[in-house]
Nanobody, 127 residues
């Protein structure tokens, strides 16, 4: 089963920027998707953005469109989430997720679609 190790996060002021990274490994299949989710206490984990290998596409939640950018380093099987113009409502624990695929397809921001999860990292945006 694919593994995901994430890095980045921290504390930033409103309007600031942070970058999260997710390194995935131990793939069994030729294609995979890597996504980012976030969760605050008392709420369900929500999808933020995801990207699929083999040009399967990119997906963003409406709440982050125009502010967050997801990108991948194919050589390192690493995905980066560049978060700009951060707002206090972006404060959450962010999780990386991986799903292996048998063909390229658009990734899904429903948490139930995903297979493996990273350890989580706190992002705090102060007002």
């Amino acid at each position: 089963q694919a593994q995901a190790v994430q890095s980045g996060g921290g504390l930033v002021e409103s309007g600031g920027s942070l970058t999260l990274s997710c390194a995935a490994s131990e793939f069994t299949f030729d294609y995979h998707a890597i996504g980012w989710f976030r969760q605050v206490p008392g709420k369900e984990r929500e999808g933020v953005s995801c990207i699929t290998s083999g040009d399967g596409g990119i997906n963003y939640a409406d709440s982050v469109k125009g502010r967050f950018t997801i990108s991948r380093d194919n050589a390192k099987n690493t995905v980066h989430l560049q978060m700009n113009n951060l707002k206090p409502e972006d404060t959450a624990v962010y999780y990386c997720a991986v799903r292996e695929l048998t063909r390229p397809m658009m990734c899904n921001l429903n948490r139930r679609w995903w297979g493996s999860w990273g350890q989580g990292t706190q992002v705090t945006v102060s007002s």
